[in-house]
Nanobody, 115 residues
Framework: QVQLVESGGGLVQAGGSLRLSCAAS????????MGWYRQAPGKQRELVAT???????NYADSVKGRFTISRDNGKYTAYLQMNSLKPEDTAVYYC?????????WGQGTQVTVSS
C-alpha cells in the first residue's frame, strides 16, 4: 500500500503564494505518476497538475503559468508551488499517487484565498 500525507495549506491573500507538500510512504517503489487535484464547495474534484516519475508534467489551463508541480524522488515527496493565487483557487487540495497497487489519495489540505 501507499500512504500520502499533505501539508502546506492555509489562508493567503489574493496574489500571494503557498507551497503544498505530499509525502509518500509504504510501497513507494511502485509509484509512477503523482498529482494534485482540488475540490471547491459544491463542485466536482478537478485535476490541477500531474507529474510522472520521469518528470513529465501536465497542468489544468486555469493554473498554467501560476502553479508548478515537482517531485523529489529521493524523498518520495511531491510539491505544488502556487503563485499569484486567486479567490477561485480556494478549495481542498488532494494529493494523488498512481502506482502498481492502485490509486491512492491523501486526506486533503485546505487552501483559502481571500480577496
Amino acid at each position: 500500500q501507499v500512504q500520502l500525507v499533505e501539508s502546506g495549506g492555509g489562508l493567503v491573500q489574493a496574489g500571494g503564494s503557498l507551497r503544498l507538500s505530499c509525502a509518500a510512504s509504504g510501497s513507494i517503489f511502485s509509484i509512477n505518476a503523482m498529482g494534485w487535484y482540488r475540490q471547491a464547495p459544491g463542485k466536482q474534484r478537478e485535476l490541477v497538475a500531474t507529474i510522472t516519475s520521469g518528470g513529465r508534467t501536465n497542468y489544468a489551463d486555469s493554473v498554467k503559468g501560476r502553479f508548478t508541480i515537482s517531485r523529489d524522488n529521493g524523498k518520495y515527496t511531491a510539491y505544488l508551488q502556487m503563485n499569484s493565487l486567486k479567490p477561485e483557487d480556494t478549495a481542498v487540495y488532494y494529493c494523488n499517487a498512481d502506482s502498481l497497487v492502485g490509486v491512492t489519495w491523501g486526506q486533503g489540505t485546505q487552501v483559502t484565498v481571500s480577496s
